[in-house]
């Protein structure tokens, strides 16, 4: 079946750390993959996608690649703000199964002035 | 243009009633995703419909059930609920099913909790 692990969180930093939150997956077929975000009292929003390996999706200051080779799809940013503090979710959808979305559990980023 | 509507926003049930949760989808979108938030944990899939017919279901017990309506809006219904049905319920919308081709837009969400 298709699974989604992220990074253990919470994550804190301080303004303009450089950061990284892992994601790797499991999948049948070829999957589209995903990070979506979770502001404090907002709905999920999509962050980032790539439908292909070596895609490299990018929003916001935030990059992710599509690995293949490591299953992995890593989200990064190079200068986090406050306002970056949210729950960032890795996603799957395969190619077996259209509309449906696999989530990783979530990792806390807490960003500190 | 209007996102994403579910209702209601908050309710509370008790053990072994029976809820209905709405979804209205953006305008123009056919397809609709379920989806269980509990606290702590990422959304997990329950169903999709898509031009009013279930096209996929999660590992969810039959006590769950969906439907999609003419004008494409959606109910989720929870038949004798139990503790552990309380979460927050994601609803979900894009044009059409397809891997990574239609972004699926997501509601506020219901919370529901169960006593």
């Known amino acids: 079946g298709n699974s989604v692990t992220q990074m253990e969180g919470p994550v804190t930093l301080s303004e303009e750390a450089f950061l990284t939150i892992n994601c790797t997956y499991t999948a049948t077929g070829y999957p589209s993959l995903f990070w979506y975000v979770q502001y404090p009292g907002e709905g999920l929003q999509l962050l980032l996608k790539a439908t292909k390996a070596d895609d490299k999706g990018s929003n916001k200051g935030f990059e992710a690649t599509y690995r293949k080779e490591t299953t992995s799809f890593h989200l990064e940013k190079g200068s986090v703000q406050v306002s970056d503090s949210a729950v960032y979710f890795c996603?799957?959808?395969?190619?077996?199964?259209?509309?449906?979305?696999?989530f990783g559990q979530g990792t806390i980023l807490t960003v500190h002035p | 243009d209007a996102g994403v509507t579910q209702s209601p926003t908050h309710l509370i049930k008790t053990r072994g009633q029976q809820v209905t949760l709405r979804c209205s989808p953006i305008?123009?979108?056919?397809?609709v995703s379920w989806y269980q938030q509990v606290l702590g944990q990422g959304p997990q899939f329950i169903f999709q419909y898509y031009e009013k017919e279930e096209r996929g279901r999660g590992n969810f017990p039959d006590r769950f059930s969906a439907r999609q309506f003419p004008n494409y809006s959606s109910e989720l219904n929870v038949n004798a609920l139990l503790l552990g049905d309380s979460a927050l319920y994601l609803c979900a919308s894009s044009s059409a099913p397809g891997p990574g081709l239609y972004e699926q837009y997501f509601g506020p969400g219901t919370r529901l909790t169960v006593t």
């Open positions: 996603a799957l959808e395969s190619g077996t199964s259209y509309g449906k979305l696999t």
């Open positions: 305008s123009g979108h056919k397809s």
